[in-house]
């Protein structure tokens, strides 16, 4: 028998035995011993049977879950019910208490003594205009031990004064005769100063405010030591800080 043909019997013995059976052995089919060719015929092709399926053995197909794509469509999901903030009324802490600002400032300014190395400070409290606390920490002279008083004792305000100006800055602004993105040139009418152009963009209120008006860093000069001293406007028309980046950009 050619070569071909006993494939093809081979092949048609498998696939009728596989059909008749589904439950598949999990020990491999013993081979299949060889037979002797017979001299005289060739040995006639065996009728292929038509593979018969039964029913009670073969379970029901499933189908796989549709695939979501961008167009399929879905259901919008429904948003979680408001709830409405419960609203509880509470009395305000009152801030003039002096015994309640004396117990957290004693907390607060000894820590930042220590830590920083400071040698005294002066805490003062204002509500309207009324004095509700004041009180010194540490000392105002280390070597002789003289503590701070509050009432006699003298520190330099040095950067609190900015705290008072721009107070008043904004006092104006609320009744709109100050506007925070003016050119500050426009203030300075009559003072015999003004700022030179640069960058194409004029400094304003409130660059000045939030120290990002982009001048050099230079502060000789700039300071008065004693009452004879030329006034601010004047040194201010002869020797004014350069403008060194362009407004706006840098806090300096």
């Avoid at 220590?114 to 205009?129: F, R």
Wanted: one cysteine or more.
């Amino acid at each position: 028998m050619p070569r071909s043909v006993t494939c093809a019997v081979l092949l048609g013995l498998s696939l009728t035995f596989a059909v008749a059976d589904p439950i598949k052995s999990s020990e491999p089919a013993p081979p299949k011993m060889p037979t002797q060719k017979s001299a005289q015929a060739p040995a006639a092709k065996p009728t292929e049977t038509q593979p018969t399926l039964s029913t009670a053995t073969v379970p029901a197909p499933v189908s796989p879950p549709p695939k979501v794509t961008e167009s399929t469509p879905t259901k919008p999901l429904v948003p979680p019910p408001t709830v409405k903030p419960v609203t509880v009324a509470s009395k305000p802490h009152p801030v003039d208490n002096a015994e309640d600002l004396e117990a957290f400032f004693d907390g607060a300014l000894m820590v930042q003594l220590e830590s920083k190395h400071i040698a005294g400070a002066v805490v003062a409290v204002v509500v309207g205009d009324k004095l509700v606390f004041s009180k010194g920490y540490g000392y105002a002279d280390v070597e002789t031990g003289r503590p701070v008083d509050p009432q006699t004792t003298l520190f330099r305000i040095a950067s609190v004064s900015k705290l008072f100006t721009w107070t008043a800055v904004m006092q104006l602004v609320e009744e709109g005769k100050l506007d925070l993105d003016a050119d500050v040139n426009v203030y300075l009418k009559g003072t015999g100063v003004q700022i030179p152009p640069a960058f194409g963009k004029p400094i304003t209120l409130k660059n000045l405010l939030t120290h990002s008006a982009g001048f050099e860093d230079r502060p000789i000069g700039l300071f008065a030591h004693q009452p004879s001293d030329k006034p601010l406007a004047e040194s201010l028309k002869n020797d004014i800080p350069a403008r060194v980046r362009p407004p706006g950009t840098l806090s300096a």
